[in-house]
């Protein structure tokens, strides 16, 4: 039995993972951050030291354990917030010390990877695309844990776009969802460009956000009510998946893989998962559950099962690891 805990942003999650299954997944998200317009780390970090203790009791009894059946602890090592991460990291390491048991430091962009598998029988090779808050990265996965890197974005990232764009028309924050729910109600007017037309596996999104902002202004001056907000929310969403969407079917060009995986908060799209339909029929396609495609500790349990299952166990009893805000995407050892 593993327990994980995941403190990178503004969820604060633990799970129990066993053998590949999940035994419970607590998640609570703060919404405290909504009216600042993005996540405030120190009041991330608060909010993660307020509830943790209770969250990883909640997840121990939904799994109907105590902690003496605990083997190891899986903690989210970054990349993230470092005061968020902070309170996870040092939570885990404190109970992994007190008793004795390896503590697996878990890269929140594996537990992403690992994610479909919370909801999917899937093996590699697979194309993947992880699309967050803070990456857009199209990744060649030959075997588990093995990744090459084939683009990523060469400024924002996706979820960021969509959270600025969100900014721009007014809405809460994360910007995903509303930005979403708003573009059902308006149409494409193929208003903003879709981008990188070249045969790379980059990706781009700030050229997008500077034509909606042009284009908001535009409206703004010319329009009486916010009717065409709808339209400009529409128009941002199809550009953004479709430069998605375009760029898949280059990975996939480039690897002859029949497979690929969409994970991570943006994964969560339904425009995305209905393209991804539409377009790619020919091929497996998997998403994860949508419950599993914004942050939670189940991700990361699924990653430290994994490694307990597959690696020498007897590296990992380092209690003095430290938060990372940034992590390039590759296997972390203990150090
Ligand atoms: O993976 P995630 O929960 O956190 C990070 O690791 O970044 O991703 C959060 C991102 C946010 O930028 C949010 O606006 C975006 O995912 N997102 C969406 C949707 N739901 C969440 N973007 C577009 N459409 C959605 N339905
Ligand atoms: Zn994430």
Redesign the pocket.
Known sequence: MILAIES??D?TSAAVVSNGKLLSNIVRTQVIHSQYGGVVPELSAREHIEYIDSIVDKALSEANITINDIKAIGVTIGP?LIPALHVGVSYAKGLAWSRNLPLIPVN??EG?IFSILLSNDVEPPVLLLL?????TILIDMPAWREYKILGSTRDD???????KV?KMLNLG????????KLAQGGKNLNIIPVGVHDNSCDFSFSGMKSAVGRVIADYSKKEDNDNWKADVASSF?HS?IKQLTNKIGTGLEKTGYNKVAI??????????RTEMERLFGDYDVYFADLKY???NAAMIGIVADHIYRNESISEYYNYSLEPKSKLPLQSVKSE
């Open positions: 990178s942003c969820e993230g929140h962009l992403h699309v967050s808050g803070g990456h990232a996706c979820g960021e776009a969509f959270d969100a924050y994360p910007g995903g969802p509303h930005v979403e969403m953004a994970v991570g908060g943006v994964s969560a799209n339904k425009h995305l495609s914004s942050d």
